[in-house]
């Protein structure tokens, strides 16, 4: 049973920081691309940042230069680095598998999401 568990979330002031970290259990993580996601509230889920199973990354520009993504395939954890928060960036925040190496957009599982709340 393949598992997805984000931690990390909270409530932040503007341009401060915070590290999420997704745990993942029930497959060979090492094998699979992840990503994260986001939605806010009235709108649709979006790519966040994403991870191939070598370790190449892609941004959603909104994020870029701000947020990095990582993984750690010894400890089955991928992470995002989200510095200079801004109001925008809250929303919640899912971490995902991909069904391949790399980043295609076709997610097989999902985390269960953990709130990020960025104040002005």
């Known amino acids: 049973q393949v598992q997805l568990v984000e931690s990390g979330g909270g409530l932040v002031q503007a341009g401060g920081s915070l590290r999420l970290s997704c745990a993942a259990s029930g497959l060979t993580f090492g094998s699979y691309a992840m990503g994260w996601y986001r939605q806010a509230p009235g709108k649709e889920r979006e790519l966040v940042a994403a991870i191939s199973s070598g370790g190449i990354t892609n941004y959603a520009d909104s994020v870029k230069g701000r947020f990095t993504i990582s993984r750690d395939n010894a400890k089955n954890t991928v992470y995002l680095q989200m510095n200079s928060l801004k109001p925008e960036d809250t929303a919640v925040y899912y971490c995902?598998?991909?069904?391949?190496?790399?980043?295609?957009?076709?997610?097989?599982?999902w985390g269960q999401g953990t709130q990020v709340t960025v104040s002005s």
């Open positions: 995902a598998k991909d069904r391949t190496r790399w980043q295609t957009g076709q997610i097989d599982y």
